[in-house]
């Protein structure tokens, strides 16, 4: 491998870094926990030294350091990877130390550090996540950091929520919709634009991508075979997408689509076989001026679906906040987080069987 000094001299990058794009590039992130509270010396002392090491073997990344646990993310090449996770996993700094994930990655999330260091309680980035969790704190964070000019910070946010939680359906929940719901006010109370808020959405499915990377299928008794889409004329994707990774991790057969106009969505329905469709708006505004051509669009999906007896599900924030109802929208149920989804469908079968 090429040292350092060359490797800067050939990318043209800052810090030694090897940016270039043959270079394969893997990701691994673990948690751990430390065998006797560091101080902040010691703690200052690991990350010098480490930042160091991994400058010298173009990795990149981030550690958090809260309540006495690590939670870390490296990327670099795949050799490096393997050196530098050879040595932290036979230090005895750390105990019950758990790989998350090791993947391939096409890009570098944290190109600027050799190691960044976030800690716990106090720490303006993190603070006591799970207080912050319990009130809407949290998400009124994620939602300011993921529209600034770098969103790095909201993707650390992510990262550090996914490794306390563990489950996407917890993530979607207590973060991510509550986030959407966030830029959705910010823009009611003149905070930002409507630009921010689809770039804020935008950026949100980005990252629920990139944590999703490793979710597994649940195995499903009754898979069905569900059509999820945006409601033809919704900007926002945001919810379709939380709520296609919902259904799929339930075990359905989920097809995402994403019809531009209402024929579109009907030559959908009309030329595949499906159990139910999921029809969401925009997970970050109620959109009352779309709730009536809402409730024609499902008529009209009915009245083209291949299956007479198929079950629509609607959902956005409007269903969230009860400014509508399915029965205002002509739905055999409505959404209120993606987390619930299956278990509406499920409910709506009922209801027509
Ligand atoms: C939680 C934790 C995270 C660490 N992260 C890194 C790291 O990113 N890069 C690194 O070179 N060393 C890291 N270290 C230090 C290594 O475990 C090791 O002490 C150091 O790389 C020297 O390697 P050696 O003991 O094999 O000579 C970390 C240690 C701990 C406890």
């Given amino acids: ?34 065998t006797t509270p560091l101080s902040e010396s010691q703690l200052a002392d690991l990350q010098r030294s480490a930042a160091a090491r991994n400058r010298a073997e173009s990795i990149t990344g981030m550690m958090v350091y809260n309540d006495d646990r690590f939670f870390q ?18 230090d005895t700094r750390h105990a019950d130390i758990e790989a998350l994930s090791v993947h391939s990655a096409p890009t570098r999330l944290f190109a600027n550090w050799s190691l960044k260091l ?28 993921v529209i600034a000019t770098e969103p790095t910070e909201a993707r650390l946010l992510l990262l550090a929520a996914h490794a306390e939680f563990r489950s996407i359906s917890a993530l979607t929940e207590l973060l991510i919709e509550p986030a959407a719901r966030c830029l959705g006010d910010l823009w009611t109370d003149d905070h ?10 935008c950026r949100l499915q980005t990252f629920l991508r990139e944590v999703a990377a490793d979710s597994v299928q649940q ?27 919902a259904l799929w991790q ?68 409007a269903f969230y906040d009860r400014t509508a109802s399915s029965a205002d929208v002509h739905s055999d149920g409505s959404s209120t987080s993606a987390t619930h989804l299956s278990d509406d469908i499920a409910r709506a079968r009922c209801g027509h069987a």
């Fill in 250 to 317: 339930a075990g359905h057969d989920t097809r995402v689509r994403f019809p531009s106009t209402e024929q579109a969505l009907e030559r959908i329905v009309a030329t595949n076989w499906f159990d139910a469709v999921d029809l969401s708006l925009s997970p970050a505004f109620t959109r009352e001026h779309r709730i009536e051509r809402m409730s024609h669009i499902i008529d009209s999906v009915r009245r083209a679906s291949k299956n007479p007896a198929l079950v629509v599900i609607a959902g956005g924030r």
């Fill in 219 to 245: 195995h499903s008794e009754h898979p069905l075979v569900v059509l999820v889409a945006p409601l033809p004329g919704e900007i926002h994707m945001l919810g379709a997408t939380l709520d296609a990774e």
């Fill in 73 to 90: 993310w490296l990327e670099g090449p795949p050799a490096s990877i393997a050196r530098i996770w050879s040595s932290i996993s036979r």
């Fill in 192 to 201: 930002c634009g409507e630009y921010e808020v689809t770039l804020g959405l």
């Fill in 118 to 145: 976030t800690t716990g309680k106090g720490d303006p980035l993190m603070g006591d996540l799970t207080a912050m969790l319990s009130t809407n704190a949290a998400a009124e964070r994620l939602a300011a950091l």
């Fill in 1 to 34: 491998m090429a040292g350092p000094r060359t490797m800067a001299h050939n990318a043209g990058t800052t810090h030694g870094r090897d940016q270039s794009a043959a270079s394969p590039l893997m990701t691994l992130t673990y948690r751990s926990r430390a």
